[in-house]
């Protein structure tokens, strides 16, 4: 997958940077998970953070991150993450910035996905991967959260 110069705010070393984070809030804590809600939506996801010490019931930002199983492009469809209580499995939206190894998708909040290097978990039926394109990504169990 080639890397695009119209994604400045992704660095291929560091990942996403505080104007691709995601904005929600921390509703609780335990066993090295939290649970965000991201702004403006109802989701609750359970993501692991095992060193959490940044504020409960506040606005915060940070990084969601899953690794793919599975991504496709589609067609049509809107934005979303499934379930919407629990951990990430599916996210779909349009793809915000991307480097060779990571796209960053719109999903109803931000999500930062990790590429994998295997071409065969790569269904680009509607086209390339591409900033503004619209994907679907079965996501591995192991979603995470850091606070930026």
Request: proline share 7%.
């Amino acid at each position: 997958m080639a890397e695009t110069n119209a994604t400045a705010t992704v660095s291929a070393s560091t990942g996403v940077t505080a104007g691709l984070a995601a904005a929600g809030k921390v509703t609780a804590v335990k066993d090295g998970q939290v649970v965000f809600c991201p702004a403006n939506t109802s989701y609750e996801l359970y993501l692991k953070c095992p060193s959490y010490a940044g504020p409960m019931h506040k606005p915060v930002k940070g990084t969601l991150r899953v690794t793919a199983r599975k991504v496709w492009t589609v067609p049509s469809g809107g934005n979303f993450i499934a379930p919407i209580f629990g951990p990430p499995r599916i996210i779909q939206g349009r793809v915000r910035a991307m480097t060779a190894r990571q796209i960053v998708v719109q999903a109803g909040t931000l999500v930062l996905v990790d590429l994998p290097d295997d071409d065969i978990v790569y269904d680009l039926a509607t086209g390339p991967i591409a900033v503004g394109n619209l994907v679907n990504v079965t996501a591995l169990p192991g979603a995470s959260f850091d606070l930026v």
